[in-house]
């Protein structure tokens, strides 16, 4: 790195195992600089992914996770999985279970507390690791690392005893293929020359009873898609088609052949008729008779005149339409054949070179493994799961074959005993790589030793201000959490995807966790935050307007912004744009089958679409309206506080990349929910916005109150119009009051989601008497924008210290604290809504972040070349009214700063050396903002 003969002094350096570095000697301004050259070359090269239009067309019909054939995807238990074949929804799985011998053995499941922890992980290397406590607390442990290079990989398990006692213990090296969850049981033999087409992939597909989902179907599955092992593929055209007259789906056919004949492949109910009017390559009425079986009629079909092919139902039963099948001759038939699963594999072991090569008849190409010498037995689990039977037999030390209920297989490389002296520690190294053949797996393993020489490296190391020092444990935790959260496969638009999850109990999609998820990524990796942020939006004109599972909040729109001022990617913006505005004008209730603007009075609410408004569960008003059956009259605040948010965000896109034409319709449903919220939701008496209840005819009918007449909305979602920037300076000064005050939400853990003054609070619920981190990372950005600087950091160091304390504590990143004791509950490895501490963190302790709130745009963002000065253009949102606001800009230390704007100075704190907090004039022209050392 340093050109030869050349002395260089450097700094004293702390180098901390979570891989930050402290500098402790601010003087030492060479060291700086090479240090921000490094961040600045390590930032270009991991945006470098999106850097052109070509890029990002390559991810516009998918919404996968591009991190490589080999990740942390198990369902299952935790270790390193491969994806033999996109996609057939196939995984294979490896993991490491270690144990005392004879005694105890560690199941690493990812659906509950088994004693494993994400250690460590870093994507663009390939590594991940973890730590298996055997006994706690880091007496004796086992850490796994693993290292993908290329197709193959090296994983280090070193083995740790810090007792004064010897310890014997075992390594389990677990293999296995995993089915998807939905395997058909049947599969058809296709006659030569026959085309098949899934009911699915249809042209068009029109309900004649409308439904407010027609252009949102949750999970993005296909409108009227069933996913079912009974169908072919998988998938049917179902949901109650063909019972209404009118139903109607088109087919375009393929013009493998001109003529031939059509079988209709579908499954009906016993004792059913189902009648269908044909039109286009094939004419005339058919009969479908059901008798609950897959079953098929045959009609001919002539693509002389046309390819499309129009079935309409005459409404008398419904179908589940599996399929078409395009046959030459009419005496071809329906053949289908069994589809089992086969978790058995061929075996070839070779014990003397310690090898076993593994061959899955539904998955393409050969495994291999092989290890380190040691003390070793190879055995089959015939069992489905381990976590019960493994354990059952841990003292059957004989048998090669552990025989269970013969569902599934685990091939066991058992070493034992492995013998740890006190107070020491030992690692092994095994080697797992795939091929298409076996030959290139041997030739690959037959270079294990020269392989697991200096694999590992450590994580790159970033510099940190001495005052974020108390936190770099938990950060580590949490970004392992978030980077290991991830699997394959999920299915959704008609493919197999990876994806980041909340946590692996969460086996699914998820909108507004997985746009914290991307804010959190934003933080970490910024490719997988492109691709995450990408998982959710559709192209414009999709059938589905973005991506739907759970609440309905558009965090998506958040990580879009904090993505532009971090990458200000002009093509990432150009991209974004449209994807987002299609998914404003769903939830705005303005696209499509949206059913969100339904009443008179301009508010909003998503309850066609999901229980949940705001993601807190046992919100209590959300919790009355259900219980009452009120969900066709009642509206909450946050649905219409977020579209305006949403509204001013994309106002400002349009705003600043010739989108002029957009910038009216903003405007307009900007002041149409602004007025509602003010007319009808607030309520002078609770000094909160309410629920607001309707009549029939949609018309406002007063505020939802609860039992005894109180205000049943005394909690955040009555305060989210500060985040939408619409409240009167009354308002807000009562809003702040409420958040910020301990009679009201404001706990000794941080920011509560219902009002303890409320008579229905309580201190035991899931959200209502907890503290969660999103909704206070949105309330965090709001007071930036509010300009309360000293509300905002409150807010972040109260998130920080709460989320440390638990996990240096616990080693678990919960879902969400206790309000009174700050002890965490919930999913112990959760990453999901628990991100926030990651953009914190690095907004007050990492040089070269610049935080805004949601209303400053940085047209220009720029450091100097040792990050002691910052110049950047800001244009703000003016469709909110001038007002002070605050931002964040954290450069190194030992400097004594100042700040201006279009040149008069700005009002500058430091809350902690590096750390400037600026607080702008009251101002929507665009401006200069230059800061610089004065020393």
Not at 126 to 137: A, D, H, M, V
Not at 382 to 410: A, P, Q
Not at 454 to 470: E, F, I, K, R
């Amino acid at each position: 790195m340093f050109p030869v003969g050349e002395k260089i002094a450097f700094c004293t350096l702390f180098i901390c195992s979570q891989g930050y570095i402290l500098r402790i000697e601010p003087n030492m301004k060479l060291r700086i600089l090479l240090t921000s050259v490094m961040i600045v070359l390590l930032s270009m090269r991991s945006n470098a992914q999106y850097a052109n239009k070509n890029s990002f067309q390559a991810i516009s019909k998918s919404h996968d996770v591009q991190v490589g054939e080999w990740g942390p995807y198990s369902k299952q238990y935790a270790g390193i999985s491969h994806i033999p074949d996109m996609p057939s929804g196939m995984r294979f799985d490896f993991s490491v279970m270690p144990g005392y011998y004879r005694n105890k053995v560690m199941i690493p499941n990812v659906l509950f507390e088994s004693g494993y922890f994400p250690w460590d992980a870093n994507p663009e290397k390939g590594q991940y690791s973890y730590r298996y406590e055997l006994e706690w607390k880091d007496q004796v442990y086992v850490d796994v690392s693993y290292r993908v290079i290329n197709k193959s990989v090296i994983a280090a398990i070193k083995c740790v005893n810090k007792t004064d006692l010897p310890q014997n213990l075992v390594l389990n090296l677990m293999s296995w293929m995993t089915y998807p969850e939905v395997w058909p049981q049947q599969k058809l033999v296709k006659p030569e020359g026959s085309t098949w087409i899934n009911a699915v992939d249809y042209t068009s597909l029109r309900f004649a009873v409308a439904n407010p989902k027609d252009n949102l179907v949750t999970d993005g599955l296909m409108k009227g898609e069933r996913r079912s092992a009974d169908y072919l593929d998988g998938s049917a055209l179902s949901q109650g088609f063909g019972k209404t007259d009118g139903d109607e789906v088109t087919y375009t056919l393929p013009a493998t052949m001109t003529t031939g004949y059509l079988k209709i492949v579908y499954r009906a109910a016993e004792n059913t008729k189902v009648r269908f009017r044909l039109s286009g390559a094939a004419t005339g009425e058919i009969v479908l008779p059901g008798n609950g079986k897959l079953n098929s009629v045959q009609v001919p079909f002539d693509l002389k005149r046309t390819r499309t092919l129009h079935l309409r139902s005459m409404g008398t039963d419904a179908i589940e339409l599996n399929g078409l099948l395009l046959t030459k001759t009419a005496d071809e038939k329906l053949i289908l054949s069994d589809n089992d699963k086969r978790a058995q594999p061929e075996v070839r072991a070779d014990v003397t070179k310690r090898r076993v090569l593994l061959h899955y008849r539904d998955a393409p190409g050969y495994y291999g493994l092989t290890w380190d010498d040691a003390l070793f037995k190879l055995r089959e689990i015939r069992n489905d799961e381990l976590d019960v039977y493994f354990r059952k037999m841990v003292h059957n030390h004989v048998d090669s074959i552990l025989t269970g209920n013969g569902k599934g297989h685990f091939e066991n490389v058992f070493i034992r005993p492995l013998q740890l002296e006190a107070r020491s520690e030992k690692t092994l190294y095994c080697m797992l790589s795939h091929a298409g053949d076996a030959g290139q797996v041997v030739a690959t393993l037959d270079q294990f030793e020269k392989m697991k020489k200096n694999v590992m490296d450590s994580t790159p190391s970033a510099t940190v201000l001495p005052a974020g020092a108390a936190y770099l444990f938990s950060q580590q935790r949490i970004k392992a959490a978030l980077l290991h959260n991830i699997v394959y496969p999920i299915y959704t638009q008609r493919n197999y995807i990876r994806h980041f999850t909340p946590g692996k109990w969460w086996n699914s999609l998820y909108t507004w966790d997985s746009g914290f998820i991307a804010l959190g990524l934003n933080e970490v990796d910024v490719n997988r935050a492109i691709e995450c942020l990408n998982a959710y939006t559709t192209e414009p004109g999709s059938q589905s307007a973005f991506i739907h599972h759970g609440s309905p909040v558009p965090v998506q729109a958040y990580a879009f912004l904090d993505l532009w001022n971090k990458t200000h990617s002009r093509v990432m913006l150009d991209y974004f744009y449209p994807r987002l505005k299609q998914y404003y004008e769903f939830l705005s209730g303005k696209l499509g089958s949206s059913s969100t603007r339904t009443m008179q009075s301009g508010l909003l609410k998503t309850w066609d679409y999901f229980y949940n408004s705001g993601g807190w569960d046992d919100y209590p008003a959300q919790v009355g309206v259900h219980q009452q059956e009120l969900e066709a009259t009642v509206s909450p605040v946050i649905t219409t506080a977020q579209c305006i948010r949403f509204a001013k965000i994309l106002r400002m896109v349009a705003e600043n990349t010739g989108h002029q034409k957009d910038i009216a319709g903003f405007d307009k449903d900007i002041k149409i929910f602004t007025d509602a919220l003010q007319q009808h939701s607030w309520n002078e008496k609770s000094g909160y916005f309410s629920y607001v209840k309707h009549d029939d005819k949609g018309m406002p009918s007063g505020p939802f109150n609860y039992r005894d007449g109180s205000d049943y909305n005394m909690g955040l979602d009555g305060a989210y119009p500060l985040l939408s920037g619409i409240c009167t300076p009354e308002q807000e000064a009562l809003l702040l009051d409420k958040i910020f005050s301990t009679e009201h939400m404001w706990t000794p853990s941080g920011i509560g989601v219902v009002d303890q003054s409320a008579p229905y609070y309580q201190n035991d619920g899931y959200w209502n008497g907890s503290v969660w981190m999103p909704h206070q990372w949105m309330m965090w950005k709001t007071m930036l924008d509010l300009g309360k600087i000293d509300l905002a950091m409150k807010i972040a160091q109260k998130g920080l210290s709460v989320f440390e304390k638990e996990t240096s504590s616990s080693y678990y990143t919960f879902e969400h604290f206790l309000s009174g004791s700050g002890r965490g509950a919930g999913w112990h490895q959760f990453s999901g809504l628990s991100t926030p501490v990651l953009g914190w963190f690095n907004a007050c302790y990492k040089p070269g972040t610049v935080t805004t709130g949601f209303e400053i745009w940085q047209k220009e963002s720029h450091f100097n070349a040792d990050q002691s000065g910052y110049e950047a253009q800001l244009s703000f949102d003016n469709a909110t009214l001038p007002h002070p606001r605050s931002m964040m800009v954290c450069l190194q230390p030992g400097h004594r700063y100042e700040a201006f704007f279009e040149g008069k100075k700005a009002v500058l704190q430091q809350p902690h050396p590096g750390l400037l907090c600026i607080t702008l004039p009251p101002t929507n022209r665009r401006g200069k903002l230059v800061i610089r050392s004065g020393d």
